[in-house]
């Protein structure tokens, strides 16, 4: 299929809230008696489950979060779609689910892409967002790790609006994720139980939480459902170093390896909640902010800690910008694919 065949959708790519619109397809593959079905594209519907089965009872949903982009040559690229696909992998296997075959999540992301391609527009602003999902549908109440399986793919239409700066709150009552849990999967349970402590966080004014070490209350983990990074001194890039209680963000991984080239050294260590505030307070210019595929970055303008309110460094010249753009750059083919994250389909 390619451009001339397929018409660009009745949508208004103008104006819309992220993630309540779908594209026109999905995909689908069931796991039955240890392997896992061809898949399916089919026209967006519903799907039937009977109330017994596993996914709504015991936790057993794991998904990724991917973008695909019009690169300024007319392919889509979708960014790092290998790394999306063994992470899900590694998700599955911390959930006890089957992993997916790389033939299955790469081609079957490529076919229902190819499907839909007149969503993805030609606008850098723009981006279509890919979600896989897998969730247990066996019945049964027993608690167990499910024999049945279904794997989705739908794609959801995306804007770069501006970001306004996030005035943070470090929780310091809940915490996201403990050593030797299930942090590092992007499954379900994870995302339901910050739902409670983000809320309370607005109801005080702030837009988002940053997320302390389970131990001790004392080391930053993330923000909200992003990782954190941070610029001190305007060159050196720090980010808490990845554990089993911190998401392994494909966002975070990018900006760490194209650092170097906008002459950043980096960091992966423990960093305090006290090292940041006391760096602000002595008067030293810290940028934080947060990294995932959605967003890309979201700079932080104030981190709020027992009380007291630590200002960050937002500048016009702060260097996380020209990250994002570095980052943005090599996604739509306006700088080279040093580290062969672009996966180009014709289509
Ligand atoms: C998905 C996610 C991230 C960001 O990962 P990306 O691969 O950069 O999108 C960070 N933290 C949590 C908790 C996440 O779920």
């Not at 993630?19 to 399916?40: F, I, P």
């Not at 080391?219 to 980010?239: A, C, D, H, K, Y």
């Not at 595929?293 to 009380?307: D, W």
């Amino acid at each position: 299929m390619n451009q001339t065949e397929t018409r660009r959708p009745d949508f208004d790519f103008e104006n819309f809230t992220f993630g309540v619109q779908s594209t026109d397809h999905m995909l689908m593959a069931a796991y039955q008696k240890g392997a896992w079905s061809t898949y399916r594209i089919a026209p967006v519907q519903s799907i039937s489950l009977s109330p017994l089965a596993m996914c709504f009872h015991y936790g057993q949903t794991v998904f990724e979060g991917l973008k695909a982009f019009r690169m300024s040559n007319g392919k889509i690229n979708v960014f790092r779609m290998e790394s999306h696909w063994k992470r899900i992998n590694r998700s599955l296997k911390r959930m006890a689910m089957p992993p997916l075959p790389e033939e299955l999540f790469m081609e079957g992301i490529q076919q229902l892409l190819k499907q839909d391609s007149a969503w993805v527009i030609d606008d850098p602003e723009y981006s279509l967002y890919i979600r896989p999902f897998v969730i247990a549908t066996e019945q049964k109440l027993g608690v167990d790790a499910s024999q049945e399986y279904l794997f989705m793919v739908v794609l959801s239409p995306m804007r770069a609006y501006y970001n306004k700066p996030l005035k943070v709150k470090v929780e310091t009552n809940y915490i996201r994720a403990a050593r030797g849990g299930a942090g590092a999967a992007k499954n379900g349970g994870n995302y339901g139980a910050s739902l409670l402590p983000q809320i309370n966080a607005k109801k005080e004014g702030f837009d988002q939480i940053i997320w302390l070490d389970a131990k001790e209350k004392k080391f930053i983990e993330e923000s909200g459902t992003m990782n954190i990074l941070f610029i001190l001194e305007g060159n050196r890039l720090v980010t808490p170093e990845l554990s089993d209680s911190i998401l392994d963000g494909i966002t975070r991984d990018s900006l760490l390896k194209l650092a170097g080239e906008e002459g950043f050294s980096v960091e992966e260590r423990p960093v305090s909640i006290e090292e940041i505030c006391q760096r602000i307070e002595n008067g030293e210019r810290v940028e934080a902010f947060g990294a995932g595929t959605a967003a890309v970055i979201s700079p932080i303008e104030t981190i709020s800690y027992q009380g007291k309110s630590f200002a960050t460094y937002l500048a016009a010249d702060a260097g996380m910008y020209r990250l994002k753009n570095r980052l943005s750059a090599v996604r739509i083919g306006v700088l080279p694919d040093k580290h062969g994250w672009n996966h180009l389909l014709d289509a």
